[in-house]
């Protein structure tokens, strides 16, 4: 509602410089993707972090030599999350744009159908959208690409920790500084920390594209 209130108090020199499509875009799909990542995926977010950290906890408590050789990873898990996030941003709204493109052509040749059929231009106006389109498809492929990348490294990075365990943890319970039943506790909340750290990583990519769509939507907000 605040975004239509502001889009409706703009000079009119604003709606001479912005497509109506792309108006249109940003107060429907920036805003969908906006509500979504607010009523769903801050909760799943919190909900994992808070059993991410509850099984940290209790993997410290039975064995905090095991706890340190797993925290090894957080370091590439942390430089992997910043570098894809901020690519995420950045394509994220270039997608948006270029879908936002696509409405205004298909709003302008809808509107003005009588004046596309006069001019036989419907080839036209078909090749136009079809462009915006592959634009869009383009740069969706792209960031698909990147959300392989980084949920494959995630995964790799969480089996590397876990070998890591199970081989240190293999030395301890030989030199009887842990027990079987130990390692086998440990492990197991070792693959549910995974579960969670897998989950976070698809709401993740989820946020990263509500704060491109946000950019476009403040965009408008920040407007004076």
Same mark, same amino acid.
């Given at each position: 509602?605040?975004?239509?209130?502001?889009?409706?108090?703009?000079?009119? %020199?604003?709606?001479?410089?912005?497509?109506? $499509?792309?108006?249109?875009?940003?107060?429907? *799909?920036?805003?969908?993707?906006?509500? @979504?990542?607010?009523?769903?995926?801050?909760?799943?977010?919190?909900?994992?972090?808070?059993?991410?950290?509850?099984?940290?906890?209790?993997?410290?408590?039975? @064995?905090?030599?095991?706890? &340190?050789?797993?925290? #090894?990873?957080?370091? &590439?898990?942390?430089?992997?999350?910043?570098? =894809? %996030?901020?690519?995420?941003?950045?394509?994220?709204?270039?997608?948006?744009?270029?879908?936002? /493109?696509? #409405?205004?052509?298909?709003?302008?040749?809808?509107?003005?159908?009588?004046?596309?059929?006069?001019?036989?231009?419907?080839?036209?106006?078909? /090749?136009? =959208?079809?462009?915006?389109?592959? *634009?869009?498809?383009?740069?969706?492929?792209?960031?698909?690409?990147? =959300? $392989?990348?980084?949920?494959?490294?995630?995964?790799?990075?969480?089996?590397?920790?876990?070998? &890591?365990?199970?081989? =240190?943890? $293999? #030395?301890?319970?030989? @030199?009887?500084?842990?027990?079987?039943?130990?390692?086998?506790?440990?492990?197991?909340?070792?693959? %549910?920390? %995974?579960?969670?750290?897998?989950?976070?990583?698809?709401?993740?990519?989820?946020?990263?594209?509500?704060?491109?769509?946000?950019?476009?939507?403040?965009?408008?907000?920040?407007? #004076?």
């Amino acid at each position: 509602a605040h975004t239509n209130t502001y889009t409706c108090t703009q000079e009119i %020199g604003y709606f001479d410089e912005q497509r109506t $499509g792309v108006i249109l875009n940003r107060l429907t *799909d920036d805003c969908s993707t906006l509500q @979504s990542t607010v009523t769903t995926n801050i909760s799943v977010a919190l909900r994992q972090v808070v059993q991410l950290t509850g099984s940290v906890c209790i993997i410290f408590a039975i @064995s905090w030599r095991l706890t &340190l050789v797993m925290l #090894t990873v957080v370091p &590439l898990l942390a430089i992997g999350a910043v570098r =894809y %996030g901020k690519f995420v941003k950045s394509i994220s709204k270039a997608m948006q744009d270029a879908l936002a /493109e696509a #409405t205004a052509v298909a709003e302008e040749t809808i509107s003005n159908m009588r004046t596309v059929r006069s001019f036989c231009a419907e080839d036209t106006c078909k /090749e136009r =959208y079809k462009e915006r389109l592959d *634009d869009a498809f383009v740069l969706a492929k792209r960031r698909s690409y990147a =959300y $392989g990348s980084f949920a494959a490294g995630m995964f790799t990075i969480a089996n590397l920790a876990l070998a &890591l365990v199970l081989y =240190y943890g $293999g #030395t301890l319970v030989l @030199s009887e500084q842990l027990s079987v039943g130990q390692l086998l506790s440990f492990t197991l909340y070792t693959v %549910g920390i %995974g579960a969670s750290l897998a989950m976070l990583t698809s709401v993740f990519n989820d946020l990263m594209k509500a704060v491109g769509a946000s950019q476009r939507v403040f965009e408008i907000l920040d407007r #004076t």
